[in-house]
């Protein structure tokens, strides 16, 4: 499936809004503080400018569950992101994108209310 995260990763990173035929029906976007649907994560994301510098730096998957580490500067403020994400698949297809808080080793900066 790692494949599929390769898409995902080229889809939201390059212009335009991200590739339906990548996501399941039912598909959700989970980043922790908001539960998106796949109709209103594709029309937000197709306003949204390339990404800059933008990085795989782990891709990982199985038939169930795969893990996209990548980082990235957004193209507006010029600031460096690195965003991690678990993905479910199912009938394969992305059936769900859930925002995980990626760590380099030693540094929990990047964590909610991490300590410092």
């Not at 990173?13 to 998106?36: K, Q």
């Not at 796949?38 to 994301?45: G, M, Q, Y």
């Not at 859930?98 to 540094?107: A, L, M, Q, T």
Request: hydrophobic share 35%; net charge negative; proline share 5%.
């Amino acid at each position: 499936m790692e494949y599929l995260l390769r898409r995902l990763f080229e889809s939201w990173t390059g212009p335009g809004a991200l590739d339906r035929r990548l996501f399941t029906g039912d598909f959700i976007y989970d980043c922790g503080s908001n539960i998106y649907t796949t109709d209103v994560w594709l029309d937000v994301s197709k306003n949204e400018l390339p990404l800059v510098d933008a990085n795989v730096l782990e891709i990982s998957g199985n038939q169930g569950e795969g893990r996209l580490v990548f980082e990235f500067v957004d193209p507006v403020t010029l600031l460096h992101h690195k965003v991690g994400w678990r993905v479910t698949f199912r009938d394969e297809l992305i059936a769900k994108v859930s925002e995980i808080y990626p760590e380099r080793r030693g540094d929990r900066s990047n964590k909610p209310n991490a300590p410092a």
